[in-house]
């Protein structure tokens, strides 16, 4: 059973570019939450999905960020205009149901490198 | 506010030592959970323990153990007889219904079993 599939694993872009990262949830999953871990901190929640829907993004600046979780593929963070400080790691975690204590299961993440 | 409290960022230990991470944690709400996580080198989070806040009860599993203390907000997570293996950075998490069972992590505290 494979688990949360992320990527790419690393992503290079110039300021001003677009990144879009990939994010196939555990098998049955359909919720899907992203978290950025900047460099010396912890994991920060951004958005929150199920199929098709954004239930939660108030994690998730205003601007130049996006997410989606269509019917058929993959879950897509994808920034637009990157700036150096979007450079972090963005995680991807899946979870069977959404309730109270609800485990999440994570990818590995892909590094996103902004020069 | 919900907020978790990794206060050792590092720490190295030899080979069979014992090794203690602390996590506090504040909430205001009575109902709650708590993880731990763990990230080897190869960036995946690993999910290791749950507990909810009802249940104060300590677990051993294996060489790990989890002391829960509501009276002092903690969620202490202890390794015994540590092995090279268990060189990872280690998270401890909150997650709290009230905020849409967001999960708050602490800043991580990287360990460093030396052979």
């Known amino acids: 059973n494979a688990g949360v599939m992320q990527n790419p694993r690393h992503l290079v872009r110039r300021r001003g570019q677009e990144a879009r990262l990939r994010c196939s949830p555990m098998?049955?999953?359909?919720?899907v939450y992203w978290y950025r871990q900047l460099p010396e901190e912890g994991l920060k929640f951004m958005v929150y999905?199920?199929?098709?829907?954004?239930?939660?993004e108030s994690g998730m600046p205003k601007e130049r960020f996006s997410a989606e979780f269509p019917k058929e593929g993959p879950s897509i963070l994808r920034i637009q205009q990157v700036v150096r400080g979007d450079s972090a790691a963005y995680f991807c975690?899946?979870?069977?149901?959404?309730?109270?204590?609800?485990?999440?299961?994570f990818g590995s993440g892909t590094q996103l490198s902004v020069l | 506010a919900q907020k978790v409290t990794q206060a050792q960022t590092e720490i190295s230990v030899v080979e069979k030592e014992d090794v203690t991470l602390d996590c506090v944690y504040e909430t205001r709400d009575t109902t709650y959970y708590l993880f731990w996580y763990k990230q080897p080198p190869s960036g995946e989070l690993v999910f290791l323990i749950r507990r909810n806040s009802f249940d104060e009860q300590n677990e051993i599993s294996g060489r790990y153990s989890w002391n829960f203390q509501k009276s002092t907000s903690s969620f202490n997570f202890t390794i015994t007889a540590s092995q090279v293996v268990d060189s990872a950075v280690y998270f401890c998490a909150l997650s709290d219904p009230n905020t849409g069972n967001q999960f708050y992590f602490g800043t991580g505290t990287s360990l460093t079993v030396i052979p």
């Open positions: 098998k049955g999953h359909s919720h």
């Open positions: 975690a899946s979870s069977l149901r959404q309730g109270e204590g609800e485990k999440l299961f």
């Open positions: 999905l199920q199929k098709e829907n954004i239930i939660d």
